[in-house]
C-alpha cells in the first residue's frame, strides 16, 4: 500500500497546467477564485465516507453530519476566509434512506447556523453501498485577503490553536472549526502561512515547509497534548506515546500558523480567543523538519494519514 494522493495531486497539477483564474492552485486548503470587483472567492469540498472517516455502526447520523460540514468549514478557516455557502450531496444506503438523510441534516444544520452558512443546494441518491457525503463550501476572503501555505518565512514562529492527538477519542465527530479564531488573527495581526491540522501535526507543518520553500522546528515539549491521546498511549498495544499520537493522529482540525516574531509574541501574550494559542517551535531556512527536545536536534520524519493504493 502507497500513499495515492500527494502522487496523484502532483500528476493532475502537472496535467492541469497553470490556472488563471486560481492561483493557488491545487496544493492548498482550498481553491482561490478571482471573479472581478469584491474580494475572492475561497472553495474547498471534501467527501466523507462510513469505515473511513466515521462509523454508521457505531456514530450518531446527526455528528456524522456535523462533521461533513465541519471539515470543509476547516479548510475555509485555514485559508482566512467568511464562509458562505454549502452544497451538499448525500449518497446514502436505501434501507432507511430518509431517515438518514434527515438526521444527517438534523446535525448539519445547526452548524450551518452558527457559521451563517446558507445551505444553497446538493443531490441525493440512494445506492446499495454505504453512506457517503460531499459538502462543497463557498466563502470569501476577507480584505487583506487570503492565508495560504506557501508564505513562510525563516524566523517566523510555529503557532497552532488547542490540543493534539487522541481524535478518534470522539473529538474528530464534534469539534468546532476554527473559523472565528482564523478571522481575528488575521484581522488583527500579520500571518505568513496557515494550514488546518487534518491528517497529522507534524505531515501538515510539512506541508507548509514544502509550499514556502524552508524547514520548522518542532519544540516537542511545548506541543498540547489532548487527554484522550495520554490515555491512549497508556491503554494501546501500538507502542505510540501521547507526543507520537499528538505529532501523527490526525482529525485534530486545528489552525497552524507561520507568524513573524513580534506579532507571534502579542497573540500568544494577549490571547483574547476562547481556545489556547501555542508557541510549539519555529521557521528555519534549511529544509526539512526537526524536532527539538532536551537541547538536541534530530530529524522528524513527517507522519500522518494519507489515502493509499494497492498497486
Avoid at 492548498?28 to 474547498?44: C, K, N, R, W
Amino acid at each position: 500500500m502507497t500513499a495515492m494522493e500527494a502522487e496523484f495531486l502532483a500528476w493532475l497539477a502537472e496535467r492541469l497546467g497553470p490556472s488563471q483564474r486560481s492561483p493557488v492552485g491545487l496544493r492548498d486548503d482550498a481553491a482561490v477564485l478571482d471573479v472581478g470587483g469584491s474580494e475572492p472567492l475561497v472553495i474547498t469540498t471534501d467527501l466523507i465516507t462510513d469505515g473511513v472517516h466515521f462509523r454508521l455502526d457505531r456514530d450518531d447520523p446527526r455528528q456524522i453530519g456535523h462533521k461533513a460540514l465541519a471539515v470543509n468549514l476547516s479548510d475555509v478557516a485555514a485559508m482566512a476566509a467568511r464562509p458562505l455557502c454549502a452544497f451538499v450531496s448525500l449518497l446514502v444506503p436505501a434501507r432507511r434512506g430518509l431517515e438518514l438523510a434527515q438526521e444527517l441534516y438534523e446535525g448539519l444544520l445547526p452548524l450551518a447556523e452558527r457559521f451563517g452558512v446558507e445551505v444553497a443546494g446538493g443531490d441525493t441518491n440512494t445506492w446499495s453501498g454505504p453512506l457517503v457525503v460531499n459538502v462543497a463550501l463557498i466563502g470569501q476572503a476577507t480584505e487583506r485577503g487570503p492565508l495560504r501555505r506557501d508564505g513562510a518565512k525563516p524566523g517566523d514562529q510555529l503557532l497552532v490553536t488547542g490540543c493534539f492527538g487522541g481524535s478518534l477519542g470522539g473529538h474528530h465527530l464534534d469539534f468546532v472549526p476554527r473559523v472565528t479564531e482564523a478571522l481575528t488573527l488575521h484581522r488583527d495581526f500579520r500571518l505568513h502561512a496557515g494550514v488546518d491540522c487534518s491528517d497529522g501535526l507534524s505531515l501538515d507543518v510539512s506541508r507548509i515547509c514544502a509550499a514556502s520553500g524552508c524547514g520548522a522546528v518542532i519544540e516537542t515539549a511545548e506541543v498540547p497534548i489532548r487527554p484522550a491521546a495520554v490515555a491512549l498511549a497508556a491503554d494501546a498495544s501500538d507502542g505510540c506515546s501521547a507526543l507520537e499520537h499528538a505529532l501523527s493522529d490526525g482529525e485534530d482540525f486545528e489552525l497552524i500558523l507561520a507568524v513573524p516574531p513580534d506579532d507571534a509574541a502579542r497573540i500568544v501574550r494577549h490571547n483574547s480567543l476562547e481556545v489556547p494559542l501555542t508557541r510549539i517551535g519555529e521557521f528555519v531556512a534549511e529544509p526539512g523538519l526537526w524536532q527539538l527536545a532536551g537541547g538536541e536536534r534530530r530529524r522528524l520524519i513527517p507522519c500522518g494519514y494519507e489515502h493509499g493504493i494497492d498497486r
